[in-house]
């Protein structure tokens, strides 16, 4: 069928020569299809463009999870309304999941794009962008990725990073967590099997990538979809099969859901080399009342108690976590809960966000939305609380040996590397070696939101 992922299809490059600008918003598995987009179009025979002047083809890859995101999307294609008054050759394609959401309503709306595409079909950029060139404009969104065989798993990427990479092993999820638009844009959770997968990731071992992340809405629910031979592959096993691979020095994930975790990925993370010592774990409320509310199928006791036995298990375990502050009908009292369990959590890091209702969300239509200064207040209280204890755990590492990967030069000084340890944390260290070499370094200094260190000798 044409345009069906797994399906190879002979084709030429029919734009060499012309030039790409891809704009992303939002979270890992937007910049994943945006390398798939650019993979895409080089294959095409595009070039990246370094600013969009340059470019003659515009993408857009869309989020919907921020505040006022529709707002800021019409006010981009504002502007690109201008772009292409003066160069009319310029063509605007819009994917990501705002486009997932707002389908027709773009072109209606800015009748300048010349493509709209959804999140199940990002592999159909390049046949859109022909359709748009001969037929005219074109939306085309589709509503599910309906089975495994089109998870468009061989597409072309062009990676940001020679060294590290995402890996999708999940697309789509089945929790109905009332502040998200993910199952709503994204659909049914849909997993790849796990050949794919790790075949995938001895492609990029043999081309030089040393460090994966695998990538999932909710990773601990992957398998539950498939049958192979009767049985359901786990999460643990498939950490414990990319761990085996030749090459592959760290491996990372993101992101587990509190209530689906269990030990056997502890015990996969503590035995298996390779994963690091880190996990994003959001815990988003401390006040059972709201995490009712938000349909997260855990209470903050629950959460804890998974926690300790992460960190019993798997030994100087580093824990990041989301907060979401002033859900609807948040009181005083289910604040000083979350307060009080991100004490006992002591997270080492925090994203902290405050709640903004997200139109198709269940919670955007809830009673009790929290007054706006309530938030804010509440909010800066959280910053504080947390900021303090990153300090103090940063603080921790000093003296410490820590392994770290260096991503490049530091933006502030190209003598100093900016290096990442196992725990994901910030480590500035003078020198300069290649990107995705690894060293050992001694933690000298700790500032609030990185550490510096020297090599060891
Ligand atoms: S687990 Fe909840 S927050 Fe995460 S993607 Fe699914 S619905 Fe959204």
Request: negative net charge.
């Amino acid at each position: 069928m044409l345009g069906m992922p797994g399906v190879k299809e002979v084709r030429q490059p029919s734009r060499t020569g012309q030039r790409y600008f891809v704009r992303t918003f939002g979270c890992q598995m937007n910049e994943h299809d945006s390398e798939r987009i650019a993979g895409l179009l080089e294959a095409d025979g595009m070039e990246a463009a370094s600013t969009p002047e340059e470019a003659d083809l515009i993408v857009l890859n869309t989020c919907t999870i921020r505040e006022n995101a529709d707002a800021r999307l019409y006010g981009y294609l504002g502007s690109l309304k201008r772009a292409k008054q003066a160069k009319p050759t310029l063509r605007i394609a819009v994917g990501g999941c705002s486009a997932q959401k707002e389908r027709d309503l773009i072109q209606e709306r800015a009748g300048w794009v010349d493509v709209v595409f959804g999140t199940h079909n990002v592999h159909r950029v390049v046949d859109l962008l022909d359709h748009a060139e001969e037929w005219g404009a074109i939306t085309e969104i589709w509503d599910e990725t309906r089975s495994v065989d089109e998870v468009p798993s061989g597409l072309p990427v062009l990676r940001e990073s020679d060294h590290s990479a995402w890996v999708t092993i999940t697309i789509g999820c089945n929790n109905g967590c009332t502040f998200c638009i993910v199952p709503i844009v994204r659909g049914r959770e849909i997993s790849r099997r796990p050949g794919d997968i790790i075949r995938e990731v001895e492609r990029l071992a043999a081309g030089g990538v040393r460090e994966v992340t695998l990538l999932g809405q909710n990773v601990n629910s992957y398998g539950r979809d498939l049958d192979l031979n009767g049985r359901s592959p786990l999460f643990a096993d498939l950490l414990r099969k990319v761990g085996a691979v030749d090459g592959i020095e760290r491996i990372r994930y993101t992101s587990p859901h509190p209530k689906d975790f269990r030990e056997d990925v502890a015990y996969a993370m503590a035995e298996t080399d390779a994963v690091c010592e880190q996990i994003h774990f959001p815990l988003q409320s401390g006040s059972n009342a709201v995490l009712r509310a938000m349909h997260r199928g855990y209470t903050s006791e629950r959460f804890l108690a998974k926690l300790e036995m992460m960190r019993s298990i798997v030994p100087d375990l580093a824990v990041s976590t989301d907060v979401i502050v002033g859900f609807p009908g948040e009181r005083d009292i289910d604040f000083e809960d979350t307060l009080r369990t991100m004490k006992e959590a002591r997270f080492d890091s925090a994203f902290m966000f405050q709640f903004s209702p997200r139109p198709g969300t269940p919670a955007a239509d809830m009673p009790d939305q929290v007054p706006a200064e309530v938030v804010t207040e509440r909010f800066d209280r959280l910053v504080e609380l947390q900021n303090e204890m990153t300090f103090h755990k940063n603080a921790g590492r000093v003296g410490r040996i820590e392994e770290v990967m260096v991503e490049g030069p530091s933006k502030r000084d190209p003598l100093v590397a900016t290096t990442r340890s196992r725990g994901n944390r910030i480590v500035h260290v003078p020198g300069t070696w290649s990107p995705g070499s690894i060293l050992d370094v001694t933690v000298t200094r700790a500032a609030p939101h990185y550490l510096e260190g020297e090599p060891v000798s």
